[in-house]
Nanobody, 126 residues
């Protein structure tokens, strides 16, 4: 079982940048396909961006393409989300997630992930 802890959230003005980190413990992160999701008040949790076990393939929600970049460091057991040109509609709690079974695919739905962090708040002011 893997434990995930997010950090790096905060308050930023529109057009600014933030870098979220997700630290894993318990199992090597290289075992898992990973993703970032977010949940705004009153809305369902939604897919943001995901990456395969090796980092060779990524997928992004249309709303963040060209602005958000996911990366992973399997040696350091870390997952990252670089967010640029932030918009007020990006305001949400951001969660990192891991898929618990072997796969070479990039996974984009909430139900495909077994392990979740506690989330980190991102607030973008206009």
């Amino acid at each position: 079982q893997v434990q995930l802890v997010e950090s790096g959230g905060g308050v930023v003005q529109a057009g600014g940048s933030l870098r979220l980190s997700c630290a894993a413990s318990g199992r090597p992160l290289s075992n898992y396909a990973l993703g970032w999701f977010r949940q705004a008040p009153g809305k369902e949790r939604e897919f943001v961006v995901a990456i395969t076990r090796t980092g060779g393939t990524t997928d992004h929600a249309d709303s963040v393409k060209g602005r958000f970049t996911i990366s992973r460091d399997n040696v350091k057991n870390m997952l990252y989300l670089q967010m640029n040109n932030l918009k007020p509609e990006d305001t949400a709690i951001y969660y990192c997630a891991a898929h618990g079974l072997y796969t070479t695919r990039v996974l984009t739905t909430v139900s495909q992930y077994n392990y979740w962090g506690q989330g980190t708040q991102v607030t973008v002011s206009s």
